[in-house]
């Protein structure tokens, strides 16, 4: 089930990049699962900081930065009842652009937090994807600008760590039961696994140019 990959990939990311903090939260909702199982991992409680609205579309596939950041700003209310006065640490799925998630810890360092850790919960995408996500060049994206190796300071974030690629095929082959117990199954000319490339450059397929 995705959602237990998820919550797999939070576990693994609080072994890999732990803190001391307060609180656990999300950007909800999609990262949801994974902040809980950060959360269950550090022994860090779990507690709701933003407030979704649900009547603002998807700002990722807004065309320009401006408007994803705006769209951002009408997107998230602030909890603040729940974290003010507190160290956050706060999951999300992924950073691409790096430019949606700047509004959120400013939104929350406004509303009180002291201290706001980022934790993603798959490592930094540094290639396009041609399988139909919108990743049309490798230039727009923060893991490949100057920036990212001060991406906390870039951000505003207090810190910022990432899920490695060892630990997310980790997360997600968890749960999968050895394929070979399937007589139907020729294991031997059979592939298995799961694709990387828009985090190692490693395409499964041959690129026609």
Known sequence: MVYTV??????????????DADVVSTVPESATPAALGY?????????????????????????????????????????????AG???????????RGNTISPIIKLLKEAGATE????????????PCYMGINIPTKEELIANKPEFKDIAGYIGATSVRYLS????????QGGIESRGKDERINTKTTRFGHCTACLTGKYPVELEW
Do not use: M, W
């Open 39 to 83: 959360a269950q991992q550090s022994g860090i409680p779990y507690v709701e900081v933003l407030c979704k609205n649900r009547y603002v579309g998807r700002t990722f596939i807004q065309p320009n930065t401006r408007l994803r950041q705006l769209g951002v700003a009408k997107k998230f209310g602030a909890l603040t009842d729940n974290f």
């Open 165 to 172: 690629v060892e630990g997310l095929v980790s997360a997600v």
């Open 116 to 127: 706001v850790h980022i934790r993603v919960a798959s490592p930094p995408i540094r290639f």
């Open 6 to 19: 998820r919550q797999r990939c939070g576990r693994q990311l609080a072994i890999e990049a732990p803190t």
């Open 86 to 96: 507190k160290r956050v640490v706060l999951i999300d799925d992924s950073i691409v």
